[in-house]
Every structure is written in C-alpha cells, then in structure tokens.
T-cell receptor, first 114, second 111 residues
Framework: DTAVSQTPKYLVTQMGNDKSIKCEQN?????MYWYKQDSKKFLKIMFSYNNKELIINETVPNRFSPKSPDKAHLNLHINSLELGDSAVYFC?????????????FGQGTRLTVV | GNSVTQMEGPVTLSEEAFLTINCTYT??????LFWYVQYPGEGLQLLLK?????DKGSNKGFEATYRKETTSFHLEKGSVQVSDSAVYFCALPSGYSTLTFGKGTMLLVSP
C-alpha cells in the first residue's frame, strides 16, 4: 500500500488554465506539506498543514490554494497557470511536530506549462 | 533560521569507490539531522538520520555522524554501486516540523 500518494504523476497544460493535484496519506499523520522542486532539484516548502489547519504559507503566489478536507488529504489547486510554475510538486506527511520529525514523500507530480 | 549547506555536484565515481558528500548546518539547539535520497523519477525517501550529537546514522552501507563541534553531518559509503546513482539531500527541521533541505548533490556511479 502506498503511504503518500499523489495524482496525477504527470500534468501538461496550457498557460492560463486551472489545475489541481491531489494528495492522500494512509499513515495516520497529523501534518502534511507541499514542496516545489525546480529544475535544479532545489526543494522549497510551499505549505504546511497540521490537522487540517494551515501552519505555514511561504511566499507563494495566491494563485496557489491548498485545501485539506481532512487530515489524510491535502490538495493543491493552481489558478491561471504560468510558465514558471513548471516544476515537480511533492506532497509529504510527518507524524508530529518536533525536532525529530521526518517526512514521508509522495512520488511527485511533474507539471509542465506550455 | 536553520539551514544546511552541502557540496555541489555532480559527484562522478567508479563502482566500488569511496564516497563522501559534505554537509554542514546552522541551527538553534541540536535538531535531528537527516539524509534523504531521490532516485531518478521518484520521490524523496529517508536514507538515515541522527537525533543527537555523536550519533551515527546508517542504512544500506551509508553512514553519517552528527558532529556538533564541526556542525557537520557528512555522508559516506565505503564502496558505491551503480544503483546508488541518485540525488542526495541533507536536511534538518525548521519551524513547525518543516524540513529545510540542502540544494542536493547528484551522484553518478559508472561500472
């Protein structure tokens, strides 16, 4: 059974479109995240949710809106897609807050905006 | 805030060579330290971790020791294999259980 699963794995879309990426974790974790990985493999936190509540919202354009219907799901909706949004987006979860926390990652969604 | 600096790649080695990937950190207190690995086309997975100073994390032949004196957590492996080719990330917690990652080091192992 996949611990953190995200769909779709690949997403190709035109500029200006709106798209969503879904994420589900079956680990019973309280905290979920979205990370963005650019073409140079650099990983940057976008959002962090704890028990469905937004904890961290880094300097991400407001075209990106996360939604957590329950603590097992964290979806990412992107409006008015731009070329610069092309990247790999990773969902992750962790069991709790604290200095020993490790994260479990999904397989990633490769978004290509044309 | 907490941060990590790791050596830039790519690191290119022949099979059975010795590997070192350097990682140094800046942190408040003594957080846990992690190495993650990303194989081509996949997500990140935890390779090893250390939760306190002088701890040694190990997994799949890889090791890293939490050095408080030098604020380092270098990754080592005595004999790399082609299957170790991947991107390796050093990481530590930052804020509300968020992980801050280094820029990643690509390892390429040739037969």
């Amino acid at each position: 059974d996949t611990a953190v699963s995200q769909t779709p794995k690949y997403l190709v879309t035109q500029m200006g479109n709106d798209k969503s990426i879904k994420c589900e974790q079956n680990l019973g974790h309280d905290t979920m995240y979205w990370y963005k990985q650019d073409s140079k493999k650099f990983l940057k936190i976008m959002f962090s949710y704890n028990n469905k509540e937004l904890i961290i919202n880094e300097t991400v354009p407001n075209r990106f809106s996360p939604k957590s219907p329950d603590k097992a799901h964290l979806n990412l909706h992107i409006n008015s897609l731009e070329l610069g949004d092309s990247a790999v987006y990773f969902c992750a979860s962790s069991p709790k807050q604290g200095a020993t926390t490790e994260a479990f990652f999904g397989q990633g969604t490769r978004l290509t905006v044309v | 805030g907490n941060s990590v600096t790791q050596m830039e790649g790519p690191v290119t080695l022949s099979e059975e060579a010795f590997l070192t990937i350097n990682c140094t950190y800046t942190a408040t207190g003594y957080p846990s330290l992690f190495w993650y690995v990303q194989y081509p086309g996949e997500g990140l997975q935890l390779l090893l971790k250390a939760t306190k100073a002088d701890d040694k994390g190990s997994n799949k032949g890889f090791e890293a020791t939490y050095r408080k004196e030098t604020t380092s957590f270098h990754l080592e492996k005595g004999s790399v294999q082609v299957s170790d080719s991947a991107v390796y990330f050093c990481a530590l917690p930052s804020g509300y259980s968020t992980l801050t990652f280094g820029k990643g080091t690509m390892l390429l192992v040739s037969p």
